[in-house]
């Protein structure tokens, strides 16, 4: 069975703007409806983690955790993809045809899973300090949380692959990665490449610990 | 703030060489400069209510028709609104073509629709795809005109073709590629010139001689002129009927306050010549507390009405129909988006704003309200059309739907 959702799953459709929890209507003919979706949803979902790890957890470089990224934010990347809004051959192909109640099932399902445990490895003192100082200047705490465990379309930072930050940050900063909105690209026009890599050293580092 | 006076000034003085110099600098030595496209500049640090504040994605997919927040709506006695099309993602800007089809271009869908009318059942096309963020929409003599983040284009005779479109044919491409405020409004004006702007790439900064405001061509891309300047950001423009001079709403600076700037509602009356004070003056009376030192805000053009802090105000349209009353004969609908660089939302509505024989601002009064409840949005306005008949369609980009407002039917 699917883990209990870690994230609030998505509801569209008028007074979204706080992410509320799903409740499931006409409780006793669902339970069994619920139980074929999830099975159901566990299959399209087992492909994605060929490439993306064990329950979401990457361990291939480049390529980033799924697991308890907010649902929101998986549903906008999912759709970039399908609608090859981001061209990634691998990934136009892996969701293509997908139909939108689909997409928002696989992202609350990722979203449901555990975030990764906190590397083994400390990481580099000074890196660590010169990121703390950098998420500090730049703020990302403020749309990413203070725990950089994100909310709505702001992703997890915390505990995410640090060569996938490293090179998500670069596209987003060269435009290579437009992004849903332009956010990402206004707040990286003055952050170096230096900067990047601190930055992703910091963020890969630190325990992505559930949200509050 | 007062300590990154001085880097900015150089940031003004220099290019993008001596800026990056300096940000790098600033950063070795301790906390860095914001960049200029940053809306965190401005942001006070160590402010719990401040650090909730983010901007608002709507969802890529939009919600079913029995999802709609129609009931909630109020509007004057008289006045209906009802579900006109649902399912269209990411609606935003609307234009009307001769045979009734209604065009829709948005920021995050990366498509051009066309909805046309069906016996009463609304159909929504794609008519252009794989665009970047093709929200500026214009239709002149049957052509459709697309403006994205950096390019203008063209469709010829696209009513004709709505179900094997040609692909857009690019006219204009001159153009900054900065996200930041870089999606289009497009418009063609009494001169049968395509009006556009060009937004200021950041919250708050020095804007180049290419950003911060409205520019014009002809129609087959030539000619450009700068029309006015001194602008941050504008997603709504429309000519007076009579005067036919160029009004457009203007959305000001966040992270100064909750409070102020007010966003604006402004009219150019010397066209080539107007600066609308950005980013010295907000506005028309608040010096900008870095860069308006030494400067006046009796330099630049006031503006006609202060339209509410960061309500976000967007499409606008000069209604010229028959349907509603007299007393909405000329006046504007102005769509307000509704605020996210406030702790209490304001916005999430449609005002009427009505003139003066002059031209300037008589009344502003609420229209269309209740998509803001309990500090929340169950919609947001965006763009304003008037139909032949006289009725009015609004879009909301959060749901990806367009509503249809009627009176005495």
Not at chain 1, 179 to 192: E, I, N, R
Not at chain 2, 67 to 73: E, F, G, M, T, Y
Not at chain 2, 318 to 340: D, Q, V
Not at chain 2, 368 to 375: A, D, K, Q, R, S
Request: glycine share 10%; proline share 8%.
């Amino acid at each position: 069975m699917a883990a209990e959702p870690k994230q609030e799953a998505i509801e569209i459709g008028g007074g979204r703007d706080r992410p509320r929890l799903f409740l499931p209507l006409g409780v006793i003919a669902a339970f069994a409806l619920l139980a074929g979706a999830a099975a159901a949803i566990e299959e399209k979902v087992a492909p994605c983690f060929s490439c993306h790890g064990e329950r979401g957890v990457s361990q291939v470089p480049e390529t980033p955790t799924l697991a308890g990224q907010p649902a929101y934010f998986l549903l906008i990347e999912i759709f970039q993809f399908r609608e090859r809004l981001r061209q990634i051959p691998i990934m136009n192909e892996a969701v293509k045809g997908l139909s939108n109640d689909e997409m928002k099932a696989m992202a609350d399902y990722l979203a449901g899973l555990a975030p990764p445990r906190p590397l083994a490895d400390g990481g580099d003192r000074t890196r660590l300090e010169r990121g703390r100082a950098l998420v500090a200047a730049h703020h990302c705490g403020f749309c990413h949380n203070p725990d950089f465990s994100g909310r709505e379309q702001m992703p997890r930072l915390a505990g995410q692959r640090e060569d996938y930050l490293r090179k998500a940050l670069r596209d987003y900063k060269s435009g290579a990665r437009p992004g849903y909105d332009p956010m990402m690209a206004m707040v990286l026009y003055p952050v170096s490449e230096t900067d990047i890599d601190d930055l992703a050293h910091l963020l890969a580092h630190l325990p992505a610990s559930d949200r509050p | 703030m007062l300590a990154f006076t001085t880097r900015r000034n150089l940031l003004a003085a220099g290019g993008v060489a001596g800026f990056i110099l300096v940000a790098s600098i600033a950063v070795a030595q301790q906390a860095a400069p914001l960049p200029p496209g940053s809306p965190l500049i401005g942001r006070p640090e160590n402010n719990p209510a401040a650090a909730k504040l983010a901007p608002i994605a709507p969802l890529p997919i939009p919600a079913a028709a029995d999802k709609l927040p129609v009931a909630k709506l109020k509007l004057p006695k008289g006045f209906k609104i009802e579900v006109w099309a649902s399912g269209v993602p990411n609606a935003r800007t609307m234009r009307l073509g001769d045979k009734g089809t209604i065009f829709v271009g948005g920021r995050f869908a990366g498509k051009v629709f066309a909805v046309v009318d069906n016996n009463g059942k609304r159909e929504v096309k794609t008519i252009a795809e794989g665009l970047h963020r093709p929200n500026g929409l214009a239709l002149h003599n049957g052509t459709l005109y697309i403006a994205e983040l950096a390019k203008i284009s063209k469709i010829d005779n696209i009513e004709a073709n709505l179900n094997n479109p040609p692909k857009p044919v690019v006219i204009y491409d001159d153009l900054p590629k900065d996200e930041a405020h870089g999606w289009k409004y497009l418009g063609v004006g009494p001169d049968n010139k395509l009006y556009f702007q060009v937004g200021a790439p950041c919250n708050i900064c020095m804007p180049s001689e290419a950003h911060a405001q409205i520019r014009r061509i002809n129609l087959d891309g030539s000619g450009m002129e700068v029309v006015a300047r001194g602008i941050r950001q504008i997603v709504g423009f429309d000519w007076h009927p009579v005067s036919k001079q160029l009004y457009f709403s203007e959305n000001s600076r966040d992270w100064l306050s909750e409070d102020v700037p007010e966003d604006k509602l402004n009219r150019v009356t010397q066209p080539g010549k107007d600066n609308f004070g950005f980013p010295f003056c907000h506005q028309g009376n608040l010096a900008d507390s870095e860069f308006g030192w030494g400067r006046s805000c009796d330099e630049f053009v006031k503006p006609l009405a202060l339209m509410g802090p960061h309500s976000a105000v967007l499409g606008m349209r000069f209604y010229t129909g028959s349907m509603f009353p007299a007393e909405y004969r000329g006046a504007i609908f102005l769509a307000r988006h509704g605020s996210w660089n406030r702790s209490q939302k304001i916005g999430g509505d449609v005002v009427v704003v009505k003139l003066n024989a002059d031209g300037t601002v008589k009344s502003v009064a609420p229209f269309i309200t209740g998509f803001l409840e309990n500090n929340s949005y169950l919609g947001r306005p965006v763009d304003v059309q008037v139909l032949k008949d006289g009725s009015m369609l609004l879009s909301d980009d959060y749901n990806g739907a367009i509503y249809r407002i009627t009176y005495g039917r």
